[in-house]
């Protein structure tokens, strides 16, 4: 197929698939832009059910990585890569060290890093086929690691600067809804608690939502519910695409402020929250602390600098927030408008020049190591 056919393809730059025979598996790495410096985005394992969805997501992926690392004035484009690993049980290093491969194909044009579905030690092993490849173990006091809990702390300080703004209250007593707990959402919810917020949190794993709730002294409730409950905030952790034309009528909170790319379905859902009285807050301006805390990584900061660069997320925030308000539009709209510009992509074509329509083969051949 031809992924400019695909409404999310964006003039990206560059999409291929790969095809792990001996494995069973496939990987897709998007970059859609170098206007800033190589592409960054992190590499989401996830049980695609046919490639289509998946090429979906890794261009609204990578789209999004693109429009984060400009508005946190990172040197990087955007990027970002997808793996469909094979049903059952399979071999994870060989995994992980096929998709190095994949990854150095690039030629440094794309770096990786974790994401929901990866670890560090994925990345480890990631480390062994390419240089172009950042989360891993830190060294000394330099940033290194894990970025999630960077990212936790940046939308933790972004609810408390939007709380601020638009209810004029501090988070102690507050009302939070988190929606999905993994390694972020699992984050903040300590964060919250450990401020004086009431937390309420779903996931679609029991399980896993129970082990959190019990971590934190947070409530449970029913996935389905989680968005209508009566809060100050609703945090959407979870997958990308929650708000969207079902669920925009039934949220119950004044703020929504999260950790989920890709939040908004279309960008017309923007407009809609606005309209409704809902305070959005543009996703990757409030989750950029984990690719900050990665290009600290490869620059060799210091962990406190690191800090002090996700410190000024809730800065950000509040600037786009005070423009739509002048400007009457909603700060969804803000962000994009200042995300493409600082991409080159700010008037039609501008920019794009660059951009090679590449296709995308429905059978795809095998990655050469």
Request: contains cysteine; proline residues 6%; hydrophobic residues 45%.
């Amino acid at each position: 197929m031809d992924v400019s056919d695909i409404p999310d393809f964006d003039a990206h730059e560059d999409v291929r698939v790969f095809e792990f025979d001996e494995l069973g598996a496939r990987a897709i790495i998007a970059v859609h832009s170098t206007w800033r410096g190589p592409a960054a985005g992190g590499c989401r394992v996830w049980a695609y059910p046919q490639l289509a969805p998946a090429l979906t997501d890794a261009l609204r992926l990578s789209r999004g990585m693109s429009y984060k690392n400009a508005l946190a004035d990172l040197p990087f484009g955007g990027g970002k890569a997808v793996i469909i690993p094979p049903a059952g049980g399979f071999d994870r290093r060989a995994l992980f060290a096929a998709f190095g491969r994949a990854v150095e194909s690039f030629g440094g044009r794309y770096i990786t890093a974790e994401d929901v579905g990866s670890n560090v030690a994925d990345m480890q092993i990631v480390a062994t086929q390419t240089r172009h490849v950042g989360g891993l173990p830190p060294k000394g006091g330099q940033a290194g690691g894990d970025p999630s809990p960077w990212t936790a702390l940046g939308v933790f300080l972004s609810i408390q600067a939007a709380m601020k703004w638009r209810l004029g209250r501090p988070l102690n007593g507050a009302k939070v809804t988190v929606q999905g707990v993994g390694a972020v959402g699992a984050d903040l919810c300590r964060r919250l608690v450990e401020a004086g917020a009431e937390v309420t949190l779903a996931d679609v794993d029991a399980t896993r939502a129970q082990a959190v709730a019990e971590r934190t002294s947070a409530y449970v409730a029913d996935p389905k519910d989680i968005h209508r409950l009566d809060a100050d905030v609703f945090a959407p952790c979870a997958l990308g695409a929650g708000l969207n034309a079902m669920t925009i009528g039934e949220i119950g909170p004044a703020i929504i402020c999260g950790a989920a790319n890709n939040q908004l379905a279309n960008a017309t859902i923007g407009e809609a929250l606005c309209r409704r009285g809902k305070l959005y807050c543009p996703d990757y301006v409030v989750n950029a602390g984990g690719i900050i805390a990665v290009h600290g990584e490869g620059a060799g900061d210091p962990v406190a600098q690191v800090a002090e660069k996700v410190a000024a997320i809730p800065g950000r925030l509040v600037g786009i927030l005070k423009t739509a308000e002048r400007s009457c539009l909603s700060p969804a709209a803000v962000a994009d408008r200042m995300a493409r510009d600082r991409i080159g992509r700010g008037r039609p074509g501008k920019g794009e020049a660059r951009a090679e329509r590449k296709t995308v083969l429905a059978e795809p051949g095998p990655i050469r190591g």
